[in-house]
């Protein structure tokens, strides 16, 4: 039986890639700090080991006690604003954890490496879709830091034959249609949730930051993609690299959602108004951000299952009402 080492699986998208792997028969091992992710988070068939990759005694004996045929990597500083306030903390836990990481499984034999990345790495895009020949250009700390890790990755797949993947994505939503597992932050930064929230009397009225972008509406465009199909894609390049080499790929649903596109979806769907307010414009935001797929489309046969924004909504919508305050209240 396979057996997989997850770190940060026990946050927002490395829970949804832990109940993929364990539906597919496989053993999960879950690393991961607790200081984002959630106890809760994690299925009671994987095994939990609580720890911080900086401490690296501990990652190393963790290869030792135990034989993973791959490395699932999620563990990330992820804020944008943050990385902008503390830039070398994003280095440290970012680029150089992910690197002694990597380091050590090449140590353990263990040459399969699947890294969560990020389409920040493309700043602000030359064209969109983005597709993995745009232009690298990170715009922020956080950016540069996943850069950091793939320029690692790469010398480690040349020098040590690791085989690893980047996915770059830019916004995951929702949540495990059957309700195992959901989206709890904090602070949480994520629209949808906050959206959510706002319907249900939860948080302060929405702020929406500009109106008057070039876009069709006057706000800003995303790409939103279904967590679980993020799961699934993670999965498919995982199986990809037993026989093919190292490769990045870049995520997207193949259209993007404005602001208020996402707003009136989780008015339909939750037939409640969601309080909200036009704001400034948050400086660096671009007005259309969107991830070209055809790639991973083309070498794996991934297609996101919940494309349709309504479904996307739905989904977090029934994990949102079903825990009122998150991991800390199921219901």
């Not at 053993?27 to 992710?37: A, K, S, T």
């Not at 995982?238 to 993007?256: M, P, V």
Request: hydrophobic residues 40%; proline residues 5%; aromatic residues 8%.
């Amino acid at each position: 039986m396979a057996r997989y080492l997850v770190t940060g699986g026990a946050g927002f998208v490395g829970s949804h890639c832990v109940l993929a792997l364990l539906e597919r028969g496989a053993e999960v091992v879950v690393f991961d700090n607790l200081r984002q992710g959630h106890r809760e988070a994690v299925p009671p068939e994987a095994a939990l080991v609580v720890g911080d990759l900086a401490d690296r005694a501990r990652v190393a004996e963790l290869f030792a006690a135990q034989r993973f045929d791959a490395v699932l990597h999620f563990a990330a500083l992820s804020l944008v604003g943050e990385s902008m306030r503390e830039p070398l903390r994003y280095m440290a836990e970012n680029a150089a954890n992910s690197l002694w990481l990597a380091d050590a499984a090449i140590k353990a034999g263990c040459l399969r490496y699947v890294l969560s990345s990020t389409a920040a790495l493309f700043g602000e895009p030359e064209r969109i879709p983005i597709d993995e020949e745009c232009r690298i250009a990170p715009g922020s700390a956080y950016g540069e830091s996943k850069l950091m890790v793939e320029r690692g990755l790469a010398w480690a797949a040349q020098v040590h034959g690791l085989r690893y993947a980047a996915l770059r994505y830019f916004n995951a939503a929702g949540s495990d249609p059957e309700g195992r597992a959901g989206e709890d932050h904090d602070p949480e930064t994520h629209l949808v949730p906050l959206a959510i929230d706002a319907a249900l009397g939860r948080r302060p009225p929405l702020t929406v930051f500009g109106d008057d972008y070039p876009t069709p509406d006057g706000t800003c465009l995303r790409d939103y993609v279904h967590v679980t199909d993020l799961a699934d894609a993670h999965l498919r390049v995982l199986d990809r690299l037993e026989s093919h080499g190292s490769c990045r790929y870049n995520i997207g649903n193949g259209a993007g959602h404005s602001v208020k596109e996402v707003i009136a979806a989780v008015e339909r769907v939750g037939g409640r108004t969601v309080p909200h307010s036009i704001g400034p414009r948050r400086a660096g935001d671009p007005a259309v951000l969107v991830a070209a797929s055809e790639r991973l489309r083309q070498d794996t046969g991934w297609t996101p299952r919940y494309a349709a924004l309504d479904d996307i909504v739905r989904t977090a919508w029934a994990w949102r009402e079903a825990h009122p305050r998150g991991y800390d209240d199921k219901g």
